[in-house]
């Protein structure tokens, strides 16, 4: 097993060695084993190495890792098995263990094991990961390893390896001697910083390595030399040399460092930067062994040498443009091969785009005149790195030092360079870098960083931000600062800062200063510490300021003291705004629609939200702010906008700290409490807090939205949607992020113009604009840097160095700004013209503009300035610092002085809030500002504090963005781009140019998806261009009118040093006011907001910026997103110029992964490639661009279609023909609940239809009433599509179409996901009928669930009937009358989900299909019931299914008692009734009668009236039963308190089938078949009811129906415009035939053309046309007499009345001569026989003896407008003699 120490006297236990001998017998080939005695006693003849001295190469030891003289044991492998993979590289099972390939693939690596490295033989430069126990590994110092071995295959995942020999095989070592731990695992891994494992310290098996030691601040292992190679840092080398040192480490371990460690620093960053450009990308190791290798050794510390030697003298080196080089070098070395293994076998990207590697020629941060080392085929040897890197070295001077090393150490090189640091020999030295080339051994190099600006630079972002902000806080409190206050309050020959203030006589002489030069918080002993940071200054100095009374120029309360250019613009919603909330809710909407049901939009009824912020106070009030003025809580909650309090709109948003944790968990009751609302989860500004709560401190204050907002809860819910909302959504774009990229939404971007789609009036000044400024022309730009204050910053960096960059700069800029205030103010003595050479000219025109902007308004209006200082405690004490300067000028009323602190409200002073309320016109007398928008046009000074903005937006009257302080060692893009995103400004259009990003300019507005906003019309107004300073972004703008004056634009007088450099500006303010003053009397504030604020940059970040990289991005864009997350490897391409937003979330998708402290570093799912929330989304959008009014839009609108979705379009018509009506008699007491048949006998039956659906219907004659007046001649054929609707909501029991999915219905619906699709099956059902003379065969499809109420044949299961209950039975949750729907073309939209309108009741529900729509209807219902027509069936009209509907329910009810008397029960009890509804049915209401007698609806189950109808005593005895039809004015006229009625029954109908037997529907009608099938039952003597006290809601459904057939002709087969007229023709004759049901045509010809067929019946209702037998609708101009040649029928009495016309349609036998002969007609009636065929007409007309009475001729004989095949009907005409 090999676990002997080599070189070390044998102290094993006898038992372990025996053992470990016996191993070896019984896995060596040998014959003879070693004895067990020598191995315990025997010492090796080889002495151990002297210690300090490192052993030349670890791999020269004899192999079987003994220093015995004995000869080596001889061995030979076992065999592998037959099959199994043998390729080095590769375990047994053919899975690759290379460290190259694996390092960023995650690996199972069990509780207690660690990753270590093995060398194989086979394989030199080659480590294989392997999994061993850490009981088996030996400690830091060598010892406390247990005998024998436990390890697991990382490849194929094979575990339990007991013995190291057995694993070495599985590995395929294929070692020549025995195997030993100690001799092939060699090294430690871990992962680095990116999450790439890489190679570690060694593995200390002999006990005479030293500690690896941790460097704290990265988080990475160093491991150190032996201790004889140690090396000393001098003492006091920060004070001889005024800098503290950073040593990268690079290749081979780093010298153990003693002595003065705690002056110098040593950074891993470097080594990582190798280790992970020597990574290889997985698709180049695809099979096996590559002939592609990554840089060596030697050619990445030459790019290193040559990267430093191109930096300037002030710049400091970044990882990542080394990282870039050496891509670039690797790619140009292995261009073909690279081209050669791109092919599409890449696998994709996580959102299905892949970005591949570039072969771009250029490298971010090499300079082009700097070209790259000559790549050639022989590699770079050591022996040649050495002067190669002196080389290169020499071009810059003494700037790069090489120290090459060819028979030395790291620890020399070290020592020679603290050497000459303490000599002073490196002053003009940045860099010096210390190769290692000893022959027979690997290259060594370290890079020691000596520049003063780097090593600072460089020692403050090993920082964490939170560690530096607190060692700034430790810095004030301790008074290490007060040297440097000391010397900055001195001014030199112009005296002490402190005596000039006194020389002001301002204040009283004997108030003493409480920050004199001796007592300033900087200054004060830590018992006198500056208050804590959270703290407000004190209240005494608000009290001095604002006590007394006001300056006469505040208040401007006066008419001539108002300023008419005054306006409030952030309250207004932009176009834009709502363009983005509607795309939020087509995704919403997308969600809902896709197939995996993981939101139902139909099953809420309401929305509520909580929108969740950053703990800002000021963000909090903001964001309530607009929500109270968006009207959302208004229209959501129905709160009175007026009478709505601040405290209500409150309670919709939550500040995250350790107060959210109540609000969140009611939320997730709330939720939980009620299914039917939709909670949106807003968690805006997303970016702040991604940190896993795990890894995250209670006290910090971080890992609250991981633990809130990820929790089982909230991602389980199905009613709560995740709303993220963010300006940087690159650290939630990681390879493991919960958001899908569908789910993404971008705001329109104006770098590919889609802003100017929308048409708005301001346009976004980003970033991009920001950057274009920097290049553009001789103007000032809009981004600078101040050259001077630099200047004095880095003189006062050299003098104090323990300080740091940020207390020194702070104090600086602070006492620039004091210094300009003296200057500006006036109060100071005779030598205030001095003071400008204390201060910057950038500051000094700060001040001067704040202080005279209000002296150009009559309202005082004027700008402000913003001064960030992320440390609160520094921001206090600029604070009162400034406090004190301002009160000793008596500059209180002139400007505010604003203190901004994160977690305190916003405060100001009484005079100004009553200037703001004056200005706003704000009547409350309680009314305080608490948000940064209420300060528009307030002149203030705002002391910004906080590690980062949480959110907090600014008034457009921000001047000045004064950024000079923030820090410069946190470069990633979000960091920067946040802090930039201050100064972001929507400009006015018409005072902007259009946009025209230059190159680099879309640093934030790359453009988004083209394809999402077409269809937008693009409008093509002209921007007016003024000379403003946003009119010089870009320099090919030519501007559109002349510069005005100098005088016009800068306080006069302007500072000599900057005349030249002011920029003009345009004293146009005619799109913000009515008037155009003069520029001397215009209002600063109204011209200032025309155009951005002006940014003030530290130098090191204005360089960073404003540089571009090769794709023509700033270099900012290729730096890491964010801290929290790492690049997933090196050989990652540049992003391009040309990325959309979602090609840019893509490719951070793909190439970024979230270090173990990110919230989704945990969201990994075994064997998926994505592990998205399907509920979660995610709003990107540059900062202060409006994505708070767009999502609070968004849930308006998004409450609107809830509030849609759950209202229908009913109709809402009032009954039609009052006129006619018969004089009301009160025949049933009000409230009467059923009709009573003696009474309903006694009523007379009302002919006239009310149905406002047959408002151009013929009027049906009755004796004694008056003809139907004003009758509407403007008719047309579809009216429903002009009916009246109003919306309604649905109630609880309303009917639902196939998009309802509540969870209640997917088991009634059949789509639960649990179960499978309900199975149903097929039966044929065959009756016979008299009147077809043929047997009838329908078909039932029948769900397996369903077929209990059907019974069937005992031995082949045929169909036999389907069961119906017995008249006496009665259960109060069960139906007793089947349904039955008939339907075509609606099985998406018809309303058949009627479990809520049952309310849980049990009843059988039959669909009636046509044949050729079956699979459709099943599709979509697989668990209804469905009665299939017959194929002949399939282009009949409405009156075809209800025929056989009823023909079948009588046939069946037959059969019933047949099966009754068979079970020996009573036939005659069989239920005989049928419901018959329409399907579009959708809510019932039932009338009440109020406390004062008035008629109130209320909405009921339609389980309740059936349930009612069918308890009715009297039932049996009615023929047909109905309800009526609902409107919003109820009944009127004598119906009013008439409980029920007899008359018309249209929609909703149930049917006697016993008693109705002999009555048919007519199976050949389209139209009208309700109102001749009424008929047909009353002239039966049947008793026709109608149950007033119920109504019935119908939705307007424009899709299918029955009166849906369109006429077309057999040519083209599209609907023509072929007039009725033309629907009938002449027999024979050449007519256009039309592709349209005979009978359709036939009805359709009758209503149109009844004027010209009977003219003696228009308007003539005094003699109607006798109809016999049928109603057919002879247009609205006609009346109709509709009489039953039946015998014993109930007709209307035809004494006296001379009809105008005779209509026989398909006469039958019980149509006589001498039944037509006991009716008159005048002369000239008109005679219209129908038939089928011309011979059957004659038959009638001869059997009927029509001939005596009525003249025919042969022109008077007509057909439909059909083919001969497709049977015409025909009828025939004559006249009355």
Request: hydrophobic share 35%.
């Amino acid at each position: 097993m090999g676990n002997s120490y080599a070189g070390q006297l044998r102290t094993t236990r006898f038992e372990e060695v025996l053992h470990n001998s016996i191993e070896a017998s019984l896995r060596s080939n040998a014959v003879v084993p070693r004895p067990v005695f020598s191995q315990l006693y025997l010492e090796t003849e080889t002495q151990t190495a002297q210690e300090g001295h490192v052993e030349p190469d670890e791999d020269d030891e004899d192999e079987n890792g003994s220093g015995s003289n004995s000869p080596p044991m001889p061995y030979q492998m076992k065999p592998p098995p037959e099959g199994c993979c043998t390729t080095d590289g590769f375990c047994q099972a053919g899975r690759d263990l290379r460290l190259s390939s694996v390092a960023s693939d995650p690996l199972d690596v069990p509780p207690e094991f660690l990753l270590v490295g093995a060398r194989s033989g086979s394989l030199p430069d080659t480590l294989l990961v392997c999994a061993v126990d850490c009981r088996f590994l030996p400690d830091e110092l060598g010892r406390n390893a247990l005998l024998g071995f436990s390890g697991n295959c990382i490849g194929c995942g094979e575990k339990g390896f007991r013995y190291f020999t057995e694993f070495s095989n599985h590995i395929n070592l294929k070692l020549s001697t025995q195997p030993k731990k100690q001799k092939h695992l060699k090294y430690h891994l871990y992962r680095n910083n990116q999450g790439v494992l890489v190679k570690g310290a060694p593995i200390c098996w002999r006990g005479h390595e030293t500690v690896a030691a941790v460097n704290v601040s990265q988080g990475s292992l160093t491991p150190l030399s032996p201790p004889g190679l140690s090396v000393s840092v001098p003492d006091q080398l920060l004070y001889v040399c005024r800098l503290q040192p950073v040593i990268f480490k690079g290749h081979g371990p780093l010298p153990q460092l003693t002595g003065n460690i705690s002056e110098v620093l040593v950074s891993s960053l470097l080594q990582s930067c190798y280790l992970s450009s020597q990574t290889l990308p997985r698709v180049y190791q695809h099979y096996g062994p590559s002939p592609i290798q990554p840089l060596s050794t030697e050619m990445q510390i030459l790019l290193t040498v040559y990267y430093l030697v191109q930096l300037g003298p002030d710049q400091v080196p970044l990882i990542e443009d080394l990282e870039q080089i050496f891509m670039r070098s690797w790619r140009e070395s292995h261009l073909s091969e690279i081209r050669q293994y791109q092919q599409p076998q890449t696998p994709a990207a996580p959102g299905g785009r892949h970005y591949g590697i570039e072969l771009s020629s250029t490298v971010s941060g090499l300079p082009h005149h700097l070209p790259l080392p000559p790549s050639s085929q022989q590699p770079l040897t050591p022996s040649q790195l050495p002067w190669l890197a002196q080389l290169a070295a020499s071009s810059c001077g003494d700037g790069v030092l090489v120290l090459g090393e060819s028979d030395g150490s790291l620890a020399q090189g070290l020592s020679q360079t603290f050497s000459r640091l303490m000599e002073g020999r490196l002053a003009s030295t940045n860099y010096v870098v210390i190769i290692v080339t000893v022959p027979g051994q690997e290259t060594q190099s370290c890079v020691v960083v000596t520049g003063k600006h780097q090593c600072r630079a460089l020692a403050e972002s090993m920082y964490s931000p939170s560690e530096g902000l607190k060692e700034i806080s430790h810095q004030l409190s301790s008074g290490v600062a007060q040297e440097l206050t000391q010397y900055c309050n001195c001014l030199g020959s112009d005296g002490d800062m402190d005596s000039l203030l006194d020389s002001a006589a301002t204040v009283d002489s004997n108030q003493h200063s409480p920050f004199s030069s001796g007592q300033e918080p900087l200054d004060k002993s830590p018992k006198n510490a500056v208050a804590p940071a959270d703290t407000q200054p004190t209240q005494s100095l608000r009290d001095s300021k604002d006590g007394g009374t006001p300056s006469p120029k505040v208040g401007a309360s006066s008419p001539k003291d108002m300023c008419l250019e005054y306006r409030v613009e952030w309250r207004e919603v932009r176009p834009i705004q709502l363009a983005v909330a509607r795309k939020l809710l087509s995704h919403v909407c997308a969600i809902a629609d896709s197939s995996t049901q993981n939101l139902d939009l139909g099953s809420f009824d309401r929305v509520s939200f909580l929108i969740c912020v950053p703990p800002s106070e000021v963000t909090f009030q903001q964001t309530v702010l607009h929500l109270h003025n968006s009207g959302v809580l208004q229209e959501i909650r129905g709160f009175d906008q007026e009478g709505e309090s601040h405290r209500e709109a409150e309670r919709y948003v939550v500040k995250m700290d350790q107060n959210a944790r109540t609000r969140i968990d009611e939320l997730i009751h709330e939720a939980h409490s009620n299914s039917y609302t939709l909670y949106i989860l807003v968690h805006d500004h997303a970016h702040w807090d991604i940190s896993s709560v795990s890894y995250s401190s209670p006290d910090s204050g971080l890992g609250l939205v991981d633990q809130l907002l990820n929790c089982r809860q909230v991602r389980e819910a199905a009613n709560i949607l995740t709303l993220h909302v963010t300006s940087f959504p690159f650290a939630l774009q990681t390879q493991f992020t919960r958001i899908s990229p569908y789910n993404e939404i971008h705001w329109p971007s104006a770098f590919s113009n889609d802003v100017d789609l929308y048409h708005e009036k301001t346009q976004y000044f980003g970033v991009s604009e920001l950057l274009e400024s920097t290049r553009g022309g001789n103007s000032l730009p809009l981004m600078r840097y101040d050259s001077s204050f630099e200047s004095m910053a880095s003189v006062l960096e050299e003098r104090f160095p323990k300080l740091r960059s940020a207390v020194i700069r702070t104090v600086v800029l602070v006492q620039q700004y004091c210094v300009a205030l003296m200057a500006a103010s006036d109060r100071i003595g005779g030598s205030h013209h001095n003071l400008h050479k204390h201060t910057s000219v950038e500051t000094l025109e700060i001040v001067q503009s704040l202080l005279t902007a209000t002296q150009r308004c009559t309202a005082h209006h004027g700008h402000m300035v913003l001064l960030r200082i992320p440390s609160a405690a520094l921001a206090a004490w600029a604070h009162q610092r400034l406090s004190y300067v301002r009160r000793r000028l008596g500059l209180e009323d002139s400007f505010e002085l604003i203190l901004g602190n994160p977690s305190q409200a916003l405060s100001i002073g009484h005079s100004f809030t009553e200037r703001i309320k004056t200005w706003m016109k704000i009547q409350d007398a309680d009314w305080v500002a608490r948000t940064y928008l209420e300060l528009e046009a307030l002149p203030c000074i705002l002391i910004l504090s906080g590690a980062e903005p949480l959110g907090e937006s600014l008034p457009r009257s921000l001047k000045y963005c004064d950024l000079r302080v923030i820090s410069s060692s946190y470069l990633q893009r979000t960091t920067l781009e946040q802090e930039l995103g201050l100064a972001a400004y929507l400009v006015r259009a018409e005072s902007r140019p259009p946009h025209n990003p230059g190159p680099g300019s879309d640093l934030l507005e790359s453009s988004t998806d083209n394809e999402e906003e077409e269809g937008l019309e693009k409008g093509n107004g002209r921007i007016h261009q003024g000379p403003t300073r946003a009119s010089r972004t870009s320099s090919s703008t030519p501007a559109s009118s002349p510069s005005s004056s100098p005088s016009s634009s800068s306080p006069p007088p302007p500072p000599p040093p900057r005349s030249h450099r002011r920029p003009s500006k345009s004293t146009s303010s005619d799109s913000l006011s009515p008037r155009a003053p003069s520029p001397l009397q215009s209002c600063s504030w109204a011209r200032g907001v025309s155009r951005p604020p002006s940014v003030l940059l530290p130098r090191a970040l204005y360089d960073i910026i404003t540089a571009s990289d090769s794709s023509g991005l700033p270099r900012c864009t290729s730096f890491l997103p964010h801290m929290s997350v790492a690049w997933a490897g090196s050989f990652r391409p540049l992003l391009s110029k040309m990325m959309t937003c979602t090609e840019q979330s893509l490719y951070y998708r793909q190439w970024t992964v979230p270090r173990s402290y990110h919230m989704d570093s945990s969201n990994r799912t075994e064997g998926r490639s994505d592990n998205f929330h399907p509920r979660r989304l995610l709003l990107s959008g540059p900062p202060q661009v409006g994505k708070t009014g767009a999502y609070l839009h968004f849930l308006g609108i998004l409450s609107r279609m809830l509030i849609r979705l759950m209202e229908v379009d009913i109709y809402d018509e009032e009954d039609i023909n009052h006129s006619v009506q018969l004089e009301g008699v009160q025949y049933h007491p009000p409230g009467t609940p059923w009709p009573k048949q003696d009474v309903i006998r006694t009523m007379p039956f009302d002919y006239t239809v009310h149905n406002p659906k047959y408002d151009d219907i013929s009027t049906i004659y009755c004796p004694g009433q008056k003809a139907t007046a004003d009758i509407n001649s403007m008719r047309h054929e579809e009216v429903y599509l002009r009916r009246r609707t109003s919306r309604m909501k649905l109630s609880k029991y309303a009917a639902y179409n196939t998009y309802h999915h509540c969870e209640q219905c997917h088991q009634y619906m059949g789509f639960n996901p649990r179960y499978q699709m309900c199975e149903s099956t097929l039966h044929a059902f065959t009756f016979s009928h008299l009147l077809l003379g043929e047997e009838i065969q329908l078909y039932f499809i029948i769900p397996k669930s369903k077929e209990h109420y059907f019974s069937f044949s005992r031995p082949g299961g045929q169909l036999e009937s389907m069961r119906l209950p017995l008249t006496s039975d009665w259960s109060p949750d069960c139906i007793k009358s089947p349904i039955f729907t008939p339907t075509t073309g609606r099985h998406e939209h018809g309303l058949f989900n009627l479990y809520h309108a049952m309310d849980g009741a049990s009843h059988l529900h039959i669909l009636v299909v046509k044949e050729y729509e079956m699979a459709v209807y099943k599709k979509y219902w697989p668990n209804h019931i469905m009665l299939v027509l017959p194929t002949v069936y399939n282009g009949a009209g409405i009156g075809a299914a209800h025929f056989l509907i009823k023909e079948l329910s009588y046939h069946n009810l037959e059969l019933e008692r047949s099966r009754r008397l068979e079970g020996g029960g009573p036939a005659g009890d069989v239920w005989p009734f049928i419901i018959v509804a329409d399907d579009s049915c959708v809510m019932w209401n039932a009338v009440d009668v109020d406390a004062r007698g008035a008629p109130v609806e209320r909405a009921v189950s339609l389980k309740q009236v059936l349930q009612h109808m069918e308890a009715c005593p009297d039932l049996v005895h009615l023929g047909l039963c109905g309800i009526r039809k609902w409107n919003s004015r109820g009944l009127s006229g004598a119906r009013t308190a008439e409980p029920f009625y007899r008359g018309h029954l249209h929609d909703f109908l149930l049917i006697n089938v016993d008693l109705s037997q002999n009555i048919q529907y007519d199976q050949n009608r389209f139209t009208c078949h309700d109102v001749d099938f009424t008929l047909r039952v009353h002239s039966a003597g049947l008793l026709v009811c109608q149950f007033n006290s119920f109504s019935v809601m119908k939705k307007q459904i424009a899709i299918g129906g029955y009166r849906t057939f369109i006429i077309k002709t057999k040519m083209t087969d599209v609907p023509t415009s072929v007039g009725p007229s033309q629907y009938a023709c002449a027999p024979d004759s050449k007519h256009l035939f039309l592709a349209t049901p005979a009978q359709l045509l036939l009805e359709k010809y009758l209503q149109h053309t009844s004027h010209r067929l009977f003219p003696l019946s228009t308007k003539n209702h005094t003699h109607p046309v006798l109809s016999v037998d049928c109603f057919l609708n002879l247009g609205p101009e006609v009346t109709v007499c509709f009489v039953s040649s039946r015998p014993h029928s109930v007709n209307v009495s035809e004494a006296g009345l001379l009809f105008s016309g005779l209509l026989l349609c398909f006469s039958d036998a019980f149509v006589t001569a001498g039944f037509l002969k006991k009716f008159s007609f005048l002369k000239g009636a008109t005679l219209c026989v129908i038939g089928a065929d011309r011979s059957s007409l004659r038959q009638t007309v001869g059997r009927l003896e029509l001939e005596e009475e009525w003249r025919f001729r042969l022109s008077d004989e007509f057909q439909t407008a059909n083919a001969k095949e497709d049977r015409p009907l025909f009828f025939l005409t004559g006249k009355h003699i």
